[in-house]
């Protein structure tokens, strides 16, 4: 079994596009206005509007109240890519900061919410 992707459910397909582009530095693919794809070399991250889920009724997700999940990216460098990214960042959580177990990790949040990782290991 190979994970194939995480997938985020938003009000705002197009924002939240633009917004892991910008961190990923990947263009997302298209393939319906409801739905965005961003490819890395290790997995995908999805981006859907509320209508891909609503025939799920009362048990389908619900945007923005994501309280349990950080989305994580490995980088080469955490300080660079936080500099890289400057003003699109509205909610910075921690700055970069090297962890007790050697990672480095800045930790912000996307424009809806949802906690965002990008870390590095320390070098063996």
């Known amino acids: ?15 939240l596009t633009r ?17 965005a794809e961003l490819r890395t070399t290790s997995g995908t ?9 609503a025939m799920l009724g009362d048990a389908a997700p ?9 989305i994580e990216f490995l980088v080469t460098d955490v300080d660079a890519e936080f500099a ?16 007790p177990w050697g990672n480095r990790s800045t930790l912000f949040r996307d424009p809806d919410g949802n906690l965002v990782n990008l870390f590095s290991r320390p070098a063996l």
Request: glycine share 4%; aromatic share 4%.
């Open 62 to 70: 619900r945007p923005a109240s994501n309280n349990s999940i950080i």
């Open 84 to 99: 890289r990214l400057g003003d699109a960042l509205d909610d910075v959580v921690l700055p970069p900061t090297t962890m």
């Open 1 to 15: 079994m190979d994970l194939a992707s995480i997938r985020i459910i938003t009000h705002d397909v197009d924002r």
């Open 45 to 53: 991250v999805a981006i859907a509007s509320t209508a891909t889920v």
């Open 19 to 35: 917004f892991y582009e910008a961190v990923t530095g990947t263009a997302a693919t298209r393939p319906a206005p409801v739905f």
